[in-house]
């Protein structure tokens, strides 16, 4: 442990934390967009800015180390304009759909534009171009919410045989993409949803349940996936007294996420579950719960031994 | 292999060949201090990084040898500690010249210090501001220089690898330094048992793929680790984890060209020349509206005009001198009255301009300063990398403000936005790139801010140079001889024939090409 200043608190802190780390460990929230702890630190979205005595410039708390006798402070005059303008330049590129975006209430650009009262204004400059990705029956991904925090690309790239999406072209331009720009159906995406649960906006959405519930409504209910050894976490929504949906919780490191343990914890969840489909040569196509689970063979056998009986 | 006593043996055979050969083709000061370009344009210029540059025949490693190559090498080798080496760095005071001006000696000193299995050392010659080509000049004209020092930092810093990092647009760079490098392990003084020593150090050639940021060092770093050239957040130290978060040092291709020659010629010469801050010269591409433009090496310290107009020759065709644009995308502008600042990191930085690469691009009165701020502008915008939110969005923003004001629909708030804007992105983003984007708007605002409000307040611009903001008009001098309507693009001039004719102001595209034509310039342009 160390010990160092927050706000003008005196705190002891564990040494190899950092800066954003730290404060939280204090209960201090600092704003961040990029930041997840089980992700790499990129520092891009700049929102995490602190000053810490005896630097003249800005410091992203997420990407700063403690130091012993360190004294930063979270908010001040100079820090809250840097946020502020921080979160306005990104709605001036967002479009002004919470009344209705599936995101609404968990939405963290929402919840910082709230926090700081920063809000949108008409301009006649240039905005992300609307390209929506409708291609696949599990997400949604919208190109014109997107912030590019980048932290679907790093969840993706952290599975080896996975890493299908990509930041393409650059500056203003720049936009997350799979593969070499293929859609979610054409591409390698395994429909994974580990890019849906770390995406802080609605630029990806877990589309079976889009439309069903909104995020304030309903009971949520953690299971456990049961169809491998890793025991991702799923949360049950219950709406009206009825499961509705489920939805994957953020992966932790050696728990990938998969398609087929969220068809199966859907399955045995839900109560009037959608039809499932199954990706095959690079198309999406309806099938029957018995082949999405690859259940065929065992279900066959369990036929054949029930005439035995 | 090259022994050390052989080194003396090629010097003396090709130096003499060198002489005469230059000596027959003219235009050479060659005596006791060395081989020196002659003419007026060298008189005031002090030639270090670019001593040998148009002198010896860069593909040649024996005459880079006649003009003491790598004889700094070889008693480093044979005679001087690691830490010695960066000692003598330390006390030279050599700074980074690819912009930062880090002491070089302390990043050596700091990549020392952590012990690791592998280190490298990067030579950073992905040239990217626009105007600047020196160190393209250098690797063309000179490249066992940096192949020399890249070695001397490899010892000083235990490291056995070294990476160039040269645009792929530079071809002919390209090849030089291949044909450069395949000698110098032929030579021996790269490569294994260097100069039959235990030292060994290799460079390999990147090549960037084209994008400016690849320039800033971590961003580099990725693209050589075959990454997106975008930069990375400074967790730790280049100089303590990496290229593949091994300690790393990168050096600019002009620093790397100093310093074989500090080696041989001693601290103490090299600190004489300079200002005590920013000891050595620093080569600046002089280009823009001057006289005689190129390449000019100076010591540091030396005021603005002198360069501008007793090298270069000051502003041709008549016109008057307005602003001169150091530090390329990242720098300011700098107006007369300042011209006798002296160029060195320190002062530069103080009128809110930047020494950077050393692009020096001077501007006359047609020049229209806001113009200018959305030319950078425009480069820097095409060139953010686009992973933090102040310089992907924010500069989009600037540039939009700018080109509503220079086309005048611009508004007194927007001057205001921006200057806030500008605050942000210099406070908030990631890299250096990022930073000093605004630089060229809040240097023309705070020198010629008058500009900004004529294109905002009067809707004119002063320079005569924003196509918007024009109009022309066609005065009675008009013969009617129809040119002008016959010309126009656009058809939107009427008359009828030896009668006066009228531009029809809504449709004009201000192209221009009626004042062209017209016979007896009956067009003007306000």
Not at chain 2, 263 to 282: L, N
Request: glycine share 8%.
């Amino acid at each position: 442990m160390i010990n160092m200043v927050i706000d003008g608190k005196k705190v002891k802190v564990s040494r190899d934390s950092t800066v954003l780390e730290a404060a939280k460990q204090v209960g201090i929230d600092i704003p961040a967009l990029c930041y997840d702890k089980n992700l790499e630190i990129v520092a891009a979205c700049r929102l995490c800015v602190v000053e810490i005595d005896g630097k003249n410039k800005l410091e992203t708390s997420c990407s700063t180390k403690v130091r012993e006798g360190m004294n930063v402070n979270t908010h001040s005059e100079k820090i809250d304009t840097v946020r502020k303008d921080v979160l306005q330049l990104l709605l001036d590129s967002h479009p002004n759909d919470c009344l209705t975006c599936q995101k609404a209430g968990e939405c963290l650009l929402q919840k910082y534009a709230y926090e700081y009262d920063v809000n949108f204004v008409k301009h006649d400059g240039a905005m992300r171009p609307h390209l929506v990705d409708t291609s696949s029956p599990y997400i949604l991904k919208d190109d014109s919410k997107c912030i590019l925090c980048g932290k679907c690309v790093r969840t993706c790239s952290e599975v080896a045989e996975r890493q299908v999406l990509a930041f393409a072209d650059r500056g203003y331009d720049t936009r997350i993409v799979l593969d070499a720009d293929q859609t979610l159906e054409t591409s390698s995406c395994v429909s994974c949803n580990r890019c849906v649960t770390v995406c802080p906006v609605g630029a990806l959405i877990d589309k079976r349940t889009l439309g069903k519930v909104r995020s304030w409504e309903g009971e949520k209910q953690v299971v456990k996936c049961k169809s491998c050894q890793y025991g991702c976490n799923f949360e049950v929504i219950k709406n009206r007294g009825k499961n509705i949906a489920v939805k994957a919780m953020e992966p932790t490191e050696g728990r990938p996420l998969c398609l087929r343990g969220r068809l199966t914890t859907e399955f045995i969840n839900v109560d009037k579950p959608e039809k499932p489909f199954r990706k095959i040569d690079g198309k999406f196509e309806e099938t029957s719960w018995t082949k999405a689970l690859g259940l065929e063979e065992v279900m066959e056998k369990m036929e054949l031994l029930k005439e035995d009986e | 292999m090259l022994v050390m006593d052989m080194l003396d043996e090629i010097k003396d055979k090709n130096r003499k060949q060198l002489e005469e050969r230059l000596t027959q083709k003219g235009g050479y000061i060659i005596d006791e201090d060395g081989i020196k370009l002659d003419g007026d344009y060298f008189k005031k210029q002090v030639r270090i990084a670019l001593k040998n540059c148009d002198i010896i025949d860069p593909t040649n490693i024996e005459e880079y040898i006649a003009m003491d190559g790598y004889f700094s090498l070889k008693n480093i080798l044979n005679n001087m500690s690691q830490q010695e080496v960066i000692d003598i760095m330390k006390q030279s005071g050599l700074r980074g010249r690819g912009g930062a001006g880090f002491p070089t000696g302390r990043k050596w000193e700091t990549a020392l210090q952590y012990s690791s299995d592998k280190k490298y050392v990067i030579c950073n010659a992905d040239e990217g501001d626009p105007g600047a080509f020196m160190d393209r000049s250098i690797l063309e004209k000179d490249p066992h220089s940096v192949l020399e020092a890249m070695a001397i930092a490899g010892f000083a810093i235990g490291s056995d690898q070294g990476f160039i990092y040269v645009r792929a647009e530079y071809p002919v760079a390209v090849k030089r330094l291949k044909a450069a490098i395949a000698q110098a392990k032929e030579y021996g003084v790269l490569g294994e048992n260097i100069f039959g020593t235990n030292f060994n150090f290799d460079i390999e050639l990147r090549l960037g793929a084209g994008a400016f940021v690849c320039g800033e060092g971590t961003a580099l770093i990725e693209s050589i680790e075959g990454k997106r050239g975008m930069p990375r957040t400074k967790i730790y130290r280049t100089a303590h984890r990496g290229l593949w978060q091994k300690p790393t040092i990168i050096n600019n291709v002009e620093t790397l060209a100093n310093i074989p020659v500090i080696f041989q010629k001693g601290v103490d010469w090299f600190t004489k020349i300079g200002t005590e801050k920013s000891p050595g010269t620093k080569v600046f591409a002089l280009v823009g509206k001057i006289e005689t433009a190129g390449l000019v090496e100076v010591p540091m310290g030396m005021p603005l005009h002198e360069i501008i107009y007793d090298i270069g020759g000051g502003v041709p065709d008549g016109k008057s001198f307005k602003a001169v644009q150091t530090g390329g995308p990242s720098g300011g502008c700098i107006p007369e009255n300042l011209l006798d600042t002296p160029v060195d990191f320190e002062s530069l930085a103080k009128i809110g301009s930047i020494m950077g690469s050393g692009g020096m691009v001077v501007m006359d009165n047609t020049d229209c300063m806001v113009d200018i701020a959305k030319f950078f502008l425009d480069f820097t915008v095409d060139e953010s990398c686009g992973k933090c939110v102040p310089c992907r969005e924010g500069t989009k923003r600037m540039l939009e403000l700018l080109e509503k004001i220079t086309s005048g629909n611009g508004k007194k708030e927007d001057i205001d936005t921006m200057e806030r804007l500008a605050v942000t992105i210099s406070s908030a983003s990631l890299c250096g790139l990022g930073q000093t984007a605004a630089n060229p708007v809040v240097s023309t605002l705070r020198y010629f801010r008058d500009e900004y409000e004529a294109h905002v307040m009067d809707k004119k611009c002063p320079a005569g140079s924003c196509q918007s903001l024009l109009q022309y008009f066609i005065t009675d001098k008009c013969i009617g001889c129809t040119k002008c309507a016959k010309v126009c693009p656009v058809h939107c001039i009427s008359g009828k024939v030896k009668q006066l004719h009228v531009i029809d102001q809504d449709i004009c595209i201000k192209c221009g090409a009626c004042q062209e034509t017209c016979p007896v310039n009956a067009i003007t342009r306000s």
